[in-house]
């Protein structure tokens, strides 16, 4: 099994930049597709960004494209989410996900799951 430890929670301001860390253990991380899911209270879980295991492809929510970049790193067994130019609307929960090889949007079909990490953006 894979466990996965999310970092980098914290409050910004509006327009200010975060980053979030999701450390694997267990598995063979360069085999999953990773990706990070946010909700926020009252709204349903929704897809944030994927990245496939080689790295090469990147999948964003509208949302977000253009403010946030996934990225990952095999050796370190880390994917990281930088958050640009952040929002009110940004402010959740958000978690990382892994799957085997290949990204989906669909929160069900992934099969490991950190715990959260919480995102305040202020106005």
């Known amino acids: 099994q894979v466990q996965l430890v999310e970092s980098g929670a914290g409050l910004v301001q509006a327009g200010g930049s975060l980053r979030l860390s999701c450390a694997a253990s267990?598995?063979?991380?360069?085999?999953?597709?990773m990706a990070w899911f946010r909700q926020a209270p009252g709204k349903e879980r929704e897809f944030v960004a994927g990245i496939s295991w080689t790295g090469s492809d990147t999948y964003y929510a509208g949302s977000v494209k253009g403010r946030f970049t996934i990225s990952r790193d095999n050796d370190k067994k880390t994917v990281y989410l930088q958050m640009n130019n952040l929002k009110f609307e940004d402010t959740a929960v958000y978690y990382c996900?892994?799957?085997?090889?290949?990204?989906?949007?669909?929160?069900?079909?992934?099969?490991?799951w950190g715990q959260g990490t919480q995102v305040t953006v202020s106005s």
């Open positions: 996900a892994a799957r085997n090889y290949d990204i989906n949007r669909n929160a069900r079909l992934y099969d490991y």
């Open positions: 267990g598995g063979t991380f360069s085999r999953y597709a």
